[in-house]
């Protein structure tokens, strides 16, 4: 008995040891793993910041001034930090780290998860790689310094918007819309050769073409975008059918052309991406003569939100040479972020100014006890959604009410008409987004097919426009985000979608007010606040969708999208 009692306390003893010393072996396993990875992550810091801010300025530079020795010292940039990036050996140590799954810490494995991402899609050939850069500045660099010609005369982007806004002559809007085509035919072989290498990458990796890669690089998986992207379609169709008709009676009308005569020129912009004015009001109206920068200081302010410090280091008119479109850029994630515009006095660069300050603003207003690696949106969506939170409001009759100081009866007379017609901008926008994200995904899948077919199919399909009479040439190729920002555009529609849930949360739990989408915020700090402690400072330490449960109350959902634009 007492040999069985000794033998018993001998098992436990031995049993409890053989713990004791797999828990001893774990942690010394874990402080190992978290040593390499703090290790990885200074030296990975120590090159990656400086030639990150380097890459910034000398994009900022390049854009602003078109010129050619500026993009070629930004693609020596670009080649260096893809270098990093490429970096077998580096990959496969990272690759060691996160396959331990000992990096428990929460900080260090969203840095780890991050970083990981960044590093496998750039374990190609160092040879491709700088191909792919060098295809990409040069390209870049083409769209940049582009002007549309015809009748002997050269027009920026925004000299052939007005064209095509304010003509009713159908031949000078036909001339004007086939000359802003026309950088397409430049660049359309070497961004089909792009599309083919970046491709050619994407499968090296193991993935089925370079659009899924991105898709799941940057944590989104594609099964659900396309799923999110079917049920948008039906969520609209049948507003936009209804919307279409008054579109196309309204146009009848006023080029004197039967319905089924009407061709893209005449809807009054580019691509259709953005709302014709069928409704009895001009917003521009509120906008000429004004300071568009001064109100968007001002606005921005009376939030908490102040960006004086952002507006001196932003480069906002138009000039020869400078890129035409706009963009906003974090220098270097403590404070130095900038904007890009070509400003004009009227709706459309009103919004732009807003949209591109609301990104200004979430990457200022970031969390500096963060790391680097955090200190950035939750997910490129996420800052589109504070972005189209802001831009929405220039159309909006009681936002022009009370920043701008209109008098309530002449707001009164437009109010109705002003709704509409940011609900048409919506639906108008929603329905652009679906050719482009289907034309992306297909041409990707396939570069080889009739990709100028394609593109019409999908614009008379998902647009409800017909392609111009015997045209087969690269339109698709005109629009930048094609070639420069692949795999994208997606992201604005589900930018819209969030501006739409944190729109409606801030009306319901933050202001409490019954009107929610009646509000201009302005004056309202709680507001900026709001936003500055629940998007803006958690930057990315949290999966996008876990931030928007946490600043919500709910993951992405696209009820408050249709409560707002199409029930």
């Not at 290790?39 to 000398?58: D, H, M």
């Not at 397409?184 to 073409?209: Q, S, T």
């Not at 207003?365 to 969506?381: E, G, I, K, M, Y």
Request: glycine fraction near 2%.
């Amino acid at each position: 008995m007492k040999q069985r009692f000794t033998d018993y306390f001998c098992k436990l003893f031995l049993f409890n040891l053989f713990f004791i010393l797999m828990f001893l072996n774990c942690t010394s396993e874990q402080e190992k793993m978290n040593q390499e990875f703090a290790q990885f992550l200074s030296s990975y810091e120590e090159r990656v910041i400086p030639l990150t801010k380097e890459s910034n300025l000398a994009y900022f530079m390049a854009t602003t001034t078109g010129e050619d020795s500026l993009y070629q010292e930004l693609e020596k940039i670009e080649i260096k930090l893809s270098k990093i990036f490429s970096n077998k050996e580096d990959f496969q140590k990272l690759k060691m780290i996160k396959e331990s799954n000992l990096i428990r810490d929460p900080q260090s494995k969203r840095q780890l998860d991050i970083i990981y991402n960044a590093y496998l899609e750039k374990q190609l050939n160092e040879d491709i790689l700088a191909k792919i850069i060098s295809m990409q500045t040069d390209i870049e660099k083409r769209y940049s310094t582009f002007r549309s010609e015809f009748d002997g005369k050269k027009y920026t982007d925004n000299q052939i918007e007005e064209i095509l806004v304010r003509s009713r002559d159908s031949q000078t809007l036909e001339k004007a819309w086939k000359a802003s085509k026309q950088v397409g035919k430049i660049v359309a072989e070497d961004v089909l050769n792009l599309v083919k290498l970046r491709n050619e990458a994407a499968r090296e990796l193991g993935f089925e073409n370079f659009h899924s890669m991105q898709l799941l690089v940057n944590e989104q998986d594609p099964q659900e975008i396309e799923a999110l992207f079917e049920e948008l379609d039906y969520l609209t169709r049948e507003s936009f059918i209804q919307l279409k008709t008054d579109i196309d009676r309204s146009l009848s009308r006023r080029y004197a052309k039967r319905v089924l005569d009407l061709r893209p020129w005449h809807y009054q912009n580019r691509f259709f991406q953005e709302a014709p004015r069928i409704y009895n009001v001009d917003l521009d109206q509120f906008y000429q003569g004004r300071n568009l920068v001064e109100i968007t200081r001002k606005y921005f302010a009376s939030l908490g939100l102040p960006i004086d410090d952002l507006i001196a280091k932003s480069d906002l008119y138009e000039r020869e040479g400078k890129y035409q479109h706009a963009f906003c850029t974090d220098i270097d994630r403590q404070g130095d972020v900038r904007v890009v515009c070509n400003v004009r006095p009227d709706q459309k660069w009103m919004n732009t100014l807003l949209h591109e300050y609301g990104h200004a603003v979430y990457d200022k207003f970031n969390d500096r006890n963060l790391p680097w690696t955090l200190r950035r949106p939750a997910h490129t969506f996420t800052t589109e959604a504070i972005a189209m939170l802001f831009g929405n409001f220039s159309s909006s009759p009681g936002w022009i009410q009370e920043v701008l100081e209109i008098p309530e009866s002449r707001i009164n007379r437009v109010q109705e008409d002003c709704i509409k017609s940011l609900r048409l901008e919506t639906l108008v926008f929603s329905r652009w987004a679906q050719v482009m994200y289907r034309f992306e995904k297909a041409m990707y899948a396939n570069p080889n097919q009739d990709l100028n077919k394609l593109w019409w199919d999908l614009a008379e399909k998902y647009q409800m426009i017909k392609r111009p009479a015997n045209r087969n040439a690269p339109d698709w190729a005109a629009k930048i985000h094609v070639a420069l920002y692949p795999a994208y555009y997606h992201n604005y529609l589900m930018g819209n979608i969030l501006a739409s849930q944190i729109h409606h949360y801030i009306g319901t739990e933050v202001l409490r007010q019954a009107d929610i989408y009646g509000q201009s915020f302005l004056n309202d700090k709680t507001v900026g606040n709001y936003l500055i402690e629940k998007i803006f400072k958690p930057g990315a330490l949290y999966p996008w969708n876990d931030m928007i449960m946490r600043a919500t109350g709910e993951k992405l959902t696209a009820k408050y999208y249709a409560m707002q634009f199409i029930e």
